[in-house]
């Protein structure tokens, strides 16, 4: 997710230093005792957790009330459903939410040779529109989401109304490209862990920043990986079989990042590394085959020194996917890659007004 390292470091350096300074009390509020308060306010919204049977799979996703028509919400890698939690209150008030956790995230189970693909994921979502929501839906992702919204338009234009696709790697996480994006560092990891025999019933997690203390070490103090590894760790012996939230982090983002990687299967990740995850899932082709409305949300990036992309799409990427969109609209947004945690309102207020104005 744009400069993924740089916000996991602010996690760590936080954690370092405000362990050090407050001691005891630090634990006791802003680990064992940290609640985050979205979860209260998206109760109170009407959301449910639930479960679908959706072939092999146990499909986990949270639903709000019927307040207009059938939104489905698919998030960012690394994450999970609760990443959208600060928009969904206001989203329930003008659609019926669909908040997807797919499989590799979340609560979602799968059997473990389950592929790890576009075109299986895309086509077991498409099945959960069919047997759960029975019309077509508005659909928007975020990231990896983002690519699986526009794999149900281009693949099942019968069960999509139109799409908002936030910041997707189009055309940057196809093989070999991805291996030029510094999302793939991340991926790289995923690689080493399923080469070492880590599934996602292991503690990914704590492989993760195991791999990188390197990383912390260098970028932020020595020691800065093993305080956040002893927070996680201690957030867990008080809360057992829950998904990790700290609230040493400094922000919703590097939050939300380390709950959804607490349950994250790393073979999702390794296939972006290896490229089979988007075997027969042409980003170009599928982009020509979309006829309903479109827009693309487009937020920061950067090249580093070296031809690095720090971010979803280059320029060139971003207008490039545009004008291969049959009925396609292009917003430039000045935040990190999930806008929707960047800047909640902003989020709301455009898909509200894209969306909607397809329902006149």
Known sequence: MGSRAAT???????????????????????????????????????????????????LSYAEGPDN??????????????????????ALSEHFHVFDIDYPGHGATVVPSDYPMTANRIGADLATFIQQEIR???????NSSGGLLTAWLAAHRPDLVRAIALEDPPLFSAEYPRITTT???????????????????????????IRSNTNFFTTNIAPGSATALAWAIK??????????????????????????????FDP???????????????DHATALTRITCPAI??????????DGTLDGAMSQADADKATSLLQRGEYRKINTT????????????????????????
Not at 23 to 34: L, M, T
Not at 271 to 281: I, L, P
Request: charged content about 20%.
């Open 8 to 58: 996991i470091t602010l996690a760590a350096l936080a954690a370092a230093t405000m362990i050090t300074a407050a001691g005891a009390e630090v634990v006791r509020r802003r680990i064992v005792g940290y609640l985050d308060p979205w979860k209260a306010r998206v109760a109170d919204a009407g959301f449910v957790l639930k479960a679908a049977r959706v072939g092999e799979i146990e």
């Open 68 to 89: 207009g028509p059938p939104l489905v919400l698919l998030h960012a890698q690394h994450m999970d459903w609760f990443s959208y939690s600060r928009v969904l209150p």
């Open 135 to 141: 019309e077509p839906v508005f659909a928007t992702g």
């Open 182 to 208: 510094i999302a793939n560092r991340s991926f790289a990891t995923c690689a080493d862990a399923v080469r070492d025999g880590i599934t996602r019933e292991d503690d990914f997690l704590l492989y993760w």
């Open 234 to 263: 201690a957030y867990r012996h008080a809360h057992p079989g829950q998904p990790v939230e700290l609230g040493l982090p400094p922000d919703d983002t590097v939050r939300l990042f380390l709950r959804g990687m607490d349950r």
């Open 267 to 281: 073979r999702f990740g390794a296939a972006f590394h290896d490229g089979t995850w988007n075997q027969d899932f």
């Open 296 to 305: 693309l949300l487009h937020a920061e990036f950067t090249i580093l020194p």
């Open 337 to 360: 890659h999930v806008i929707h945690l960047a800047d909640p309102g902003l989020f709301t207020r455009l898909l509200e007004d894209f969306l909607l104005d397809q329902s006149l």
